[in-house]
């Protein structure tokens, strides 16, 4: 059974930009979570998605946003670029929603300049 | 509320000799809790996990973790250390509790394992 897959694997935009990630879960798992991880703040949780609909969401501003497609697969959004955004953004499925056992992507780095 | 504290930001050991990496908890319901494995420029790879069975608890490539409850810590060891353990080590709890925060992930800052030949 293939893993979680990321797309890209690496991305270089500057200040002010947007930018789209996108994870897929594996197959038959609904639910795909979001983590940003930064040397200062460590890993830490952005939103769930689960059926379509973010059930859970963590402590970051509105210029972070997701979605969930129905063959659940999920999609993150950055507006308006800060330096501060750059990280290693991780994406994780589970069976379920509230599953705890959850099974990561290798990760999108992200460099803001 | 939930939250990890990995005691140790670094760990140096020499190959074929004990890995202690250790990690106290908080958290106001039964809790889950995992240790997970991350090699430079990799996700994370879920090494053991406790749920409310065995207190001891095996998970791959030799490492195991015990869970007590009365000092609400989850240690991970393993016998003997392999130049291939070295990397960065979390220590996570989720959340049992009920509404929106069910099922999050709460992530130590985690330890650095070095293992010199």
């Known amino acids: 059974k293939a893993g979680v897959t990321q797309t890209p694997r690496y991305l270089i935009k500057t200040r002010g930009q947007q930018v789209t990630l996108s994870c897929s879960p594996i197959?038959?798992?609904?639910?795909v979570s979001w983590y940003q991880q930064t040397p200062g703040q460590g890993l830490q949780f952005l939103f769930e998605?689960?059926?379509?609909?973010?059930?859970n969401k963590g402590n970051f501003p509105g210029r972070f946003s997701g979605r969930q497609f129905s063959n659940s697969r999920s999609e993150m959004n950055v507006s308006t670029l800060e330096l501060g955004d750059s990280a290693l953004y991780l994406c994780a499925s589970s069976p379920a929603w509230g599953d705890n056992e959850q099974f990561f992507g290798p990760g999108t780095r992200l460099t803001v300049l | 509320a939930q939250s990890v504290t990995q005691l140790d930001s670094h760990v140096s050991v020499s190959e074929g000799t004990p890995v202690l990496l250790r990690c106290n908890y908080s958290s106001s319901y039964s809790p889950s809790l995992f240790w997970y494995v991350q090699h430079p420029n990799k996700g994370l790879q879920l090494l053991l996990k406790y749920t409310s069975a065995a207190t001891l608890v095996k998970g791959i490539n030799g490492f195991e973790a015990e869970f007590k409850k009365s000092e609400t810590s989850f240690h991970l060891t393993k016998p003997s250390a392999h130049m291939s353990d070295a990397a960065e080590y979390f220590c996570v709890v989720s959340d049992h509790g009920r509404g929106s925060t069910l099922g999050r992930l709460y992530f130590g800052r985690g330890t650095q394992l070095t293992v010199w030949p």
């Open positions: 197959s038959g798992h609904r639910s």
């Open positions: 998605y689960f059926s379509e609909t973010q059930r």
